[in-house]
């Protein structure tokens, strides 16, 4: 019998917490356990949360060193690479050359925060008084991370919460634990004691940060539904939330886009990460005359990729991340099939212990449909016919999410007077999520979120301004 081992530890003030008890982690590409992680206890959050706020103040005072330390983040995670990918890939399925991406991705994110120039508000002069405008810290950030990129959408929410002079506690999801844990391991030299907290766990972990007395902030990723409950419970104590929930994104192909041009490109747009990825095209909305031919051009590219184990050379997709996961994608695509839709390409879950399910394509598939109208988080992609501009534009904007779109043609022109009616916080003609970068702003409009991430807009999310006001004498 193989043994299974907790190989890293939280992170809480400094030293390494292994927790009195664990959870199970298990390798989607096999469905096993291979691992366990530390279960954070109500004490363990508690130290975690107090270690935060006993190290916020210190913090706060010297942007040089928050400077430095992100930066020496950065290189941290950039030379590590080739130990954290393996295990990336190992619990979150992805392949390992898009475990180093994603790895590669968030070094990134520390570099551009710690380069970052936070010039101070301007100051005036009125009336024998001197106004100064800053921005001072929250505190305490509690920082809750998503399962499909649990490295990359974690640092999102730390980079520039420490920048700003906050200090983080910070939770992944317990489908992936262990890059979070040893990335929290790794950081132990690089920034002071407290200021950089790692705890895991299942539910309720999650909501025991959020209700804690501690934390001035919550930075959520996940579900609307999920963003929902962490908005009720901030509101109690008035907590302030940035919420990056779900999306239905919508791309929309005019009639003189050339399938063989963009089919490449719009494939992978839905299909990165096996569409776990918040901002991949969920549906595409395609003429009524060129239906077929996308369709056909869609599904041949689905038919070639290469899904496996993501340890292997050459695979392209691994499996869904977890079976709650693979059961929403196989039963959407079910009841796409049983009323009426086909699937072009897939279309049921694959053979093998995994969670593995093919990329799938589906035709005849209609507003109304539950494959449409949700967001699927997984790879399968329905492709619905629109008559006109208008039909293609209302129907775009005719859900309850708005987080990104996208506008193809050959006229970029044309294209972007489309985009301009689609809402959405980014839009983006012949690319889907082109603008997600750590300098431009990332916000989901309705319930698709609350609060911006990146960039200088996404650094004040962690701030709140004082005026200080003083005679000029």
Not at 460 to 466: K, S
Request: glycine share 10%; hydrophobic share 45%.
């Amino acid at each position: 019998m193989t043994t299974v081992t907790t190989p890293h530890a939280m992170t809480i003030d400094g030293a390494a917490v292994p927790g009195d008890d664990g959870f199970d982690v298990v390798n989607p590409a096999t469905a096993e356990v291979f691992a366990r992680a530390p279960r954070c206890s109500a004490a363990d959050l508690d130290a975690a949360m107090s270690a935060a706020d006993r190290a916020a103040g210190g913090w706060a005072l010297d942007d040089e060193a928050r400077r430095t330390a992100l930066l020496a983040a950065a290189d941290t995670v950039e030379a590590s690479t080739d130990l954290l990918a393996p295990l990336l890939t190992a619990e979150q399925g992805k392949s390992l050359a898009d475990a180093r991406v994603e790895l590669h991705s968030a070094a990134a994110w520390l570099r551009y925060f710690g380069h970052l120039d936070v010039s101070a508000e301007p100051a005036y002069d009125d009336a024998g008084q001197r106004f100064e405008i800053g921005r001072r810290p929250l505190g305490v950030v509690a920082a809750i991370a998503p399962w499909n990129f649990p490295v990359a959408l974690a640092v999102w929410k730390l980079a520039p919460a420490l920048r700003a002079g906050n200090t983080v506690v910070l939770k992944p999801s317990p489908y992936t634990p262990l890059t979070t844990l040893a990335l929290g391991e790794l950081l132990r030299e690089t920034v002071p004691a407290g200021v950089l907290n790692v705890v895991s766990g299942p539910d309720p972990l999650g909501a025991d940060m959020v209700a804690h007395r501690a934390p001035h902030k919550i930075s959520f990723t996940g579900s609307t539904a999920t963003g929902r409950r962490v908005a009720a419970s901030a509101a109690a104590t008035l907590k302030r939330v940035t919420l990056e929930l779900g999306g239905n994104d919508a791309a929309i192909v005019l009639d003189d886009a050339d399938p063989e041009s963009i089919a490449d490109a719009l494939f992978w747009s839905a299909f990165t990460n096996n569409g776990q990825l918040c901002f991949a095209v969920k549906r595409v909305y395609v003429p009524e005359h060129r239906y077929d031919g996308f369709v056909e051009a869609l599904a041949a590219r689905a038919r070639m990729v290469h899904v496996g184990d993501g340890t292997v050379d050459g695979v392209q997709l691994g499996p869904v991340n977890n079976r709650p996961q693979l059961e929403r994608v196989s039963h959407l695509v079910a009841d796409a099939l049983a009323r009426g839709g086909r699937a072009a390409a897939g279309g049921a879950s694959g053979e093998g212990p995994g969670y593995f399910y093919p990329p799938t394509v589906l035709t005849d598939v209609f507003d109304g449909m539950r494959i449409v109208d949700e967001e699927q988080f997984g790879p399968a992609l329905p492709v619905v016919a629109y008559r006109d501009v208008d039909d293609a534009v209302r129907r775009a904007n005719g859900t309850p999410y708005a987080l990104t779109a996208s506008v193809w043609s050959a006229d970029t022109d044309r294209a972007a007077a489309v985009a301009r009616r689609l809402d959405g916080g980014q839009v983006s003609v012949n690319a889907h999520g082109s603008a997600v970068r750590p300098d431009l702003p990332f916000s989901g409009h309705r319930s698709s979120g609350l609060g911006v991430e990146n960039g200088l807009w996404g650094l004040h999310e962690f701030t709140q301004l004082q005026v200080l006001a003083r005679p000029t004498g």
